[in-house]
């Protein structure tokens, strides 16, 4: 399956502890775009990144949330000193290019906060 | 402040005939929008796109019809199928001044029920 994968598919973690989701994009995509799902809501996007560069956080918490995209290896959201307000799916989808393209979506992680 | 709105949580339809799907936006700058289809547990999955630049955009069962000046696309299938049972999530999306395109905005989705 040449896919978006993401995982873990599903995450607990206790209140303060840290969460590290990856995402590894479709063969020959560069561009990477984190989104959270809140039950009954639609996706709320987080962060755009392309390899090595943050290209838009817009969407991203101030405090605790960061991203990144090396150049070898997947994309990692990490969480750090989770709260049960952080309890969500959480997307990865990549595109190949810039310009107009669709965004094609992981099966996605769901985290829940003890 | 909702700028893509999607104001029937559900909708049911009968196998064979027609379902439309209807969405809302207030941000005249988006100028390319999505239609994704959704399973339980599942990521979304891409159906259809239309660019503002045209009113109308045809694949299979599926056709997207823009109207800008209302701020408003639908999305029609037919005939409706039993598999095509899911959550339908509308999107937009503007270019972004340093290329690419930048995050895209949901809605909140529209449950659709396809009845034998």
């Known amino acids: 399956n040449a896919g978006v994968m993401q995982n873990p598919r599903h995450l607990v973690r206790r209140r303060g502890q840290e969460a590290r989701l990856r995402c590894s994009p479709m063969?020959?995509?560069?561009?990477v775009y984190w989104y959270r799902q809140l039950p009954e809501e639609g996706l709320k996007f987080m962060v755009y990144l392309q390899k090595e560069n943050i290209i838009d956080e817009s969407g991203m918490p101030k405090e605790r949330f960061s991203a990144e995209f090396p150049k070898e290896g997947p994309s990692i959201l990490r969480i750090q000193q989770v709260v049960r307000g952080d309890s969500a799916a959480y997307f990865c989808?990549?595109?190949?290019?810039?310009?107009?393209?669709?965004?094609?979506f992981g099966d996605g992680t769901r985290l829940s906060i003890l | 402040d909702q700028q893509v709105k999607q104001n029937s949580p559900s909708l049911s339809v009968q196998e064979g005939r027609i379902s439309i799907l209807n969405c809302d936006y207030t941000n005249s700058m988006f100028d390319y929008f999505l239609w994704y289809k959704k399973y339980p547990a599942e990521g979304p999955t891409f159906l259809i796109s239309i660019s503002s630049i045209k009113d109308k955009n045809e694949d299979g069962r599926f056709t997207v019809f823009l109207n800008k000046s209302a701020k408003h696309l639908s999305l029609h299938i037919v005939p409706s199928q039993p598999g095509d049972s899911a959550v339908y999530f509308c999107a937009a999306s503007m270019e972004y001044s340093g290329g690419g395109a930048d995050g895209l905005t949901f809605g909140k989705g529209t449950h659709l029920i396809i009845q034998p």
């Open positions: 063969k020959g995509h560069s561009h």
């Open positions: 989808a990549s595109s190949p290019r810039g310009g107009h393209q669709p965004q094609h």
